[in-house]
DNA sequence: TATTGTATATTCAGCGTCCATAATACTAGC
DNA sequence: GCTAGTATTATGGACGCTGAATATACAATA
C-alpha cells in the first residue's frame, strides 16, 4: 500500500473491471460505482482515472466525469506499469544475493543499509515483507536470519510436498463447492495456452499467473480458509524464484493437459477423480521440477537487471 | 521482542535449559555457554541471571559468575511470570470483543485508541500482530477489518480439516525422522498429567502447552519446514481462544491416551499406524471440540452464530 | 587460560511531528 | 434524483531524534 502506487495499482483493477464487464466505448464510468466495487472511497479512484485518462484509455468530460474510449477488447493489453518500488527491488536483490550465497546466513539492518545504500524505511519494509513471507526471522537479539526456507533444493521439496498434503484434501472437502463460472473461466485461460501454437510468444508471467489462478482458484472452492491462505503462500514463494523461465515448452502443454483433466471432473462432479488427478499433477510437476542451478545461471528474464549473482 | 520482557523470556529459558540438561544444585552457569544456546549476547544473559537471582534460583559469587542454588526437579514449578504487555492485553481484548460481536467488521486505527484508550505505538503492534496471525487484514484505504478467521465456529471446523490434512501427512513423509529424546522427554509430560488423579490441580496452560509440544515437534521430525509452518501458526490460533478451559477432563485423559498411542508407534518405527493414530486423534478432538458458548460467556452478540455447528 | 567484570560502540525501537493520501461533507450541474 | 466537482476532516505512513537494549572489546580475577 505505500506511495503512489496505489493510482496505478488502481488503474489496473479498474481495467480488469472493464474487461470483466465487457463494457464498450463510451461507456459511463462512475467514480461511486468503482469505489464500492474496489472498496475506497472516491477519491483514490478519481486519482486512478485521471491517470487512465492520461493513458488515453479513457476521457473526461467537463461535469459529466470519465467515459470509455477503447471497447473492452481494445483494451486486452494495456496495462499501466506500477513504477516498481525501491522496496521491491530491494526485496528481491536480497532474496537473489542470498540465493547466490553472497549474503550470510545473519545480517544486522545497517550492514545491509550500507551494502545496498537505502534507508531505513525502505529497508524495514522489504525486511518485514521477507518475515511476512517466512524467508528471514528477526533474531532474538540484533539483526536477521535467513530462514532454511531460502536453501532452495530442500525447500522446492518440501514445497511440493507440502501442496501434495494439502490440495488434493481441500478438493475432498465436504464444504468443497467449485464455481462453475471460474471454473469455465480458468479452461479458457488454458486453452487459450494450448491452441497457441509456439509457447514462445507468450511471456513467462503470463503462463505463471495462469497455472497460480487455477491452483488458488480450487483452494477457494475448499471452503477452507487456512488452506487458501497456505496455497497462496506457497504461490509467493513460489513467485519468487524465477527459475519459471519455463524452458521446457512441452511441460507446460502437459500441465495445461493436466489442469485440464482436472477441470473436467470437477465439472462432472467426480471430486475423487480430481483429487487423484491433483495428486498425480503435483507428483509430475515435482519430477519434471525446474532446474535450480540452471536458473541461478544467468535468468534470462531478468537479463537486464543487474548480474549480480553469477560471476 | 519488545520491553525488557525478553529479561523475563529468556530467565523461563534459562531455566528450561537447567531442566533439560538436568544440571544439579551448585552448577556454574557459565554466561558465553548460555548466549550461546540462546543465540544472545552475554549482556541480556547476565539480565537474566540476575532476575533468576533476585528469584533465588540462582546465586551469584563475585568474581566466579552464577551457580544454581536448586537442582533442576527442586525447580520443575519455578516459572518467571512474564509481566503481560499493554500490546498484548490489548491484543486478547481486541480478539475477545471481536468474537463477542462488540467490534464491526471493520475498524479504524482512531476509534480503537479511543475506544480502549491506548497510544498509536501499542496499538500499531497490536494490529501488527493481529496480521501476522491472519486475524486481521489492512483494508485497501483506511481502516482494518477482520478476517473470517475469528468466525468462530467455521474456523475451528477449518482448523481441524487443515490439521487433518497435513499432520498425519506429516508422518508419512519420507524425510521423517523422529527424534528419540524428545519424544521420551513428551512421553513423560505425558505420563504426568495421567498419573496426576485430580486434573483440576494442573492449569489449562500447561495442559495446552503439553498438547502443543506434542504436535510441533511431530511436525518438526516431519522435516518439513512449511509443515512445522502451519502447525505453529495453528497452535498460535487455538492458543487464543480461551475455551482452553478443559472442562472436559475426561477428554483430555483421552488425548493423552491416544497421544500415546500415536508416541508408541513411533517407536516402534511404525509410522503407518502412526498417522492413522493420528487421524483418529484430530477426528475424535474435532467431535468432542470445546464449546465455543463457554468462551464467548457474555456473547448475546455470537449467539446466534454458534448454533450452526453443532448437530 | 577461561571466565567474569566493566567500559564502549552499535543497533534498533519508541516517540513526536509532519504531510501525502483517503474519507467525508457539501455544492453545483445534468 | 443522480452524478461530478470542491472543500474539509482524518488517517496513518514517513522522517528524524533519542535512548534503552544489545553486542563487543578489553581489563581483572580465579
Chains 1, 2 share one sequence.
Not at 465487457?22 to 472511497?41: F, I, K, N, T, Y
Not at 547466490?100 to 551494502?115: D, F, H, M, W, Y
Not at 540452471?294 to 537479463?303: L, M, Q
Request: with cysteine.
Amino acid at each position: 500500500m505505500p506511495r503512489s502506487q496505489t493510482r496505478h495499482s488502481l488503474a489496473n483493477q479498474i481495467l480488469d473491471i472493464v474487461r470483466n464487464a465487457r463494457l464498450e466505448a463510451g461507456h459511463h464510468l462512475r467514480e461511486q460505482w468503482l469505489g464500492d466495487l474496489l472498496g475506497v472511497s472516491r477519491t483514490p479512484i478519481r486519482a486512478a482515472l485521471d491517470l487512465l485518462a492520461e493513458r488515453g484509455a479513457v476521457e473526461t468530460r467537463k461535469n459529466q466525469g470519465f467515459f470509455l474510449v477503447q471497447s473492452f477488447d481494445a483494451l486486452q493489453r494495456l496495462q499501466v506499469e506500477v513504477p516498481s518500488s525501491a522496496e521491491q527491488s530491494l526485496y528481491k536483490q536480497l532474496v537473489r544475493d542470498r540465493l547466490a550465497g553472497k549474503l550470510p546466513g545473519s545480517v544486522t539492518q545497517s550492514e545491509i543499509a550500507k551494502r545496498y545504500d537505502v534507508d531505513r524505511g525502505v529497508l524495514m519494509r522489504a525486511l518485514s515483507r521477507l518475515a511476512e513471507d517466512n524467508l528471514v526471522a528477526r533474531n532474538k537479539g540484533h539483526g536477521w536470519r535467513f530462514l532454511p526456507t531460502l536453501a532452495t533444493d530442500v525447500a522446492l521439496r518440501n514445497s511440493y510436498e507440502f501442496r501434495l498434503a494439502i490440495e488434493p484434501a481441500g478438493i475432498l472437502l465436504d464444504s468443497f463447492r467449485p464455481n462453475p463460472a471460474v471454473i469455465e473461466r480458468c479452461r479458457l485461460q488454458h486453452m487459450v495456452l494450448l491452441s497457441n501454437p509456439d509457447l514462445g510468444s507468450v511471456d513467462s508471467a503470463q503462463l505463471f499467473e495462469t497455472d497460480v489462478a487455477f491452483h488458488e482458484a480450487l483452494a477457494e472452492f475448499s471452503g477452507n480458509l487456512f488452506l487458501l491462505q497456505a496455497v497462496q503462500q506457497q504461490n509467493r514463494l513460489r513467485r519468487l524464484f524465477e527459475f519459471w523461465s519455463y524452458g521446457n515448452k512441452r511441460r507446460v502443454r502437459d500441465w495445461c493437459r493436466e489442469h485440464l483433466a482436472i477441470i473436467d471432473a470437477l465439472e462432472a462432479q467426480d471430486f475423487t477423480r480430481a483429487a487423484n488427478a491433483m495428486r498425480e499433477h503435483l507428483t509430475n510437476a515435482y519430477e519434471e521440477r525446474p532446474q535450480i542451478s540452471a536458473n541461478a545461471k544467468s535468468g534470462k528474464g531478468s537479463a537486464n537487471r543487474k548480474k549480480t549473482l553469477r560471476a
